[in-house]
């Protein structure tokens, strides 16, 4: 491991504490802490999974740390980077979904994630990627418009441009195309950053990761007390199908790792705990639930 | 539409009104009828949805019939056939997945299809697929052995080596790669039949469909008031998760469904009504639910 390689992962680990310690605070109940390995013939590394489930406000809340290497980069991740194909490789990222308890707190997803090529000759290649993306069940603009500040403003320091690229990036990419619906109401989303030069790519990488607490908690303060029942409740499960459509058919990191054989319980740790499908419903017009429809999704400048 | 299509096509139509009145018959409640149109500029053609929500003995039950058609077939459903490439085609099928209430009682589904590529020179090229698989929750070596055994016995007119390929095939097919682990104890499965000439493969096509029933509703009959409790109920909704993820993850036809513009609402009727994910379940071990895993699921000759 190189010394830039040991800085993003001491960054990384410390992070995931970080963000667990204070969820735990929040929820009054701990985290499990599951190390793994990955088989040493898959190129080793491993990782931690840090997991609280049937909490008091998540019902399901899962922080994954991993650190796994290869000795052969795969075409799929060297596509536009021919000069790098085969070369031995390191990946590690934080990954982040909770599902809360109250259906008026939203579903919250964050990644932060480095990639290095290594060649001792030639120099090593590295690159940064990550975001995050809130998907409410119930439409509050004040708590859409937080999060997106919170993010822009995180992003502000290293330039305006930054923010409306990876907001619309964002918007892209968490989008279920077979139902022609967003996932949620966006956020930031960016990959392949390494045109900045490393320090100034760590310096918007640690940014993207430390605005997390920020943008997330002061929403599930001020939503997790809100009095609910059967409806919501009913509503928040039948919502949650569109989490595991889009994880399960377009996430991009969730069908690599299934595919090639990463660890299923810690990449499937993004599943919410319950879930209900229902044939071809629609919300009753002018109901909350069609607000979130009409208003909230359809993609929307929030800052 | 040819001669050989119409036939094809009044079986399928056939087929399906008879699942839905013996299937509602046993529920007692009705299924709804959706008709739904495939948009011109996609290819045109259409189906007719199926479905029973909330039911006596059924939580969520689908019957598909589909008839699609296209200009160009698409080089993946072209890639043992090149000469085939580019022309005109048609796919018909009735798909079914039955998730029912009571624990005790296995889901199932089954799937006919049939395609034929156009050419009005050279000839039309057409073939058939399908086959049915069983997925139980408590295990009852009866029930599985007589799934396979109406299975075996559909298949015996046509010569005794159908059920071994078709059955390995099953095997292999519903598979969970990710996790290791098959999707429940098989059945028949099978695709591009046409080498046995279109009057054989449509009889065997014909055999499969007509067995379908005769193989799961004496097992829904045995089960469906088998008393029970959370318990079980719960141990479903977990189990549930693995056939959502093997339809979404894995399954060619959702896929290519999902990802080529198809009706989502009616892709999807084959996802089960309420899931459940928890991180790295284990069943206690000696109990019932252990017994699936280890005695169940590890494919077995079962007759």
Redesign the interface.
């Known amino acids: 491991m190189t010394m830039t390689s040991s800085a993003v992962r001491d960054y990384l680990t410390g992070l995931q504490d970080r963000i667990v310690d204070t969820i735990s605070a929040i929820d009054g109940k701990p985290f499990?802490r599951?190390e793994w390995q990955r088989p040493e013939n898959m190129g080793g590394g491993g990782g931690v999974?840090r997991?609280l489930?049937d909490g008091n406000v998540f019902e399901?809340a899962?922080v994954g740390f991993s650190h796994v290497k290869g000795t052969q980069l795969p075409p799929s991740a060297s596509a536009h980077r021919p000069e790098i194909a085969g070369r031995p490789w390191e990946a590690m990222g934080v990954s982040l979904v909770f599902h809360p308890r109250n259906p008026y707190v939203p579903t919250v997803h964050m990644n932060v994630r480095f990639f290095i090529a290594l060649d001792e000759k030639a120099g090593d290649v590295c690159w940064f990627g990550g975001g995050m993306d809130l998907t409410p069940y119930y439409p509050f603009d004040e708590d859409c418009a937080h999060f997106h500040r919170v993010n822009r403003d995180a992003l502000a320091p290293f330039g305006p441009d930054w923010y409306p690229k990876y907001k619309k990036w964002c918007d892209e990419y968490f989008f279920l195309?077979?139902?022609g619906e967003p996932r949620g109401i966006g956020g930031v989303f960016f990959d392949d950053l390494s045109e900045p030069g490393f320090d100034q790519s760590f310096a918007m990488q640690r940014a993207v990761g430390d605005a997390f607490l920020p943008a997330y908690v002061p929403i599930v303060e001020r939503r997790k007390d809100t009095p609910h029942g059967e409806r919501e409740r009913d509503f928040q499960?039948y919502r949650r199908?569109r989490y595991?459509?889009f994880n399960?058919?377009w996430d991009r990191g969730t069908?690599f790792g299934?595919?090639s054989?990463?660890r299923?319980?810690s990449?499937?740790?993004s599943?919410?705990?319950?879930?209900?499908?229902?044939?071809?419903w629609k919300p009753e017009a002018g109901s909350p639930e069609a607000k979130l429809y009409e208003t909230l999704l359809p993609h929307r400048e929030w800052v």
Do not use: C, F, N, T
Not at 271 to 280: A, G, I
């Open positions: 499990i599951d999974s997991l489930e399901r899962g195309k077979h139902r499960a199908g595991v459509e399960l058919v069908l299934l595919q054989g990463g299923a319980e990449i499937l740790m599943l919410p705990p319950v879930v209900k499908w229902r044939y071809d």
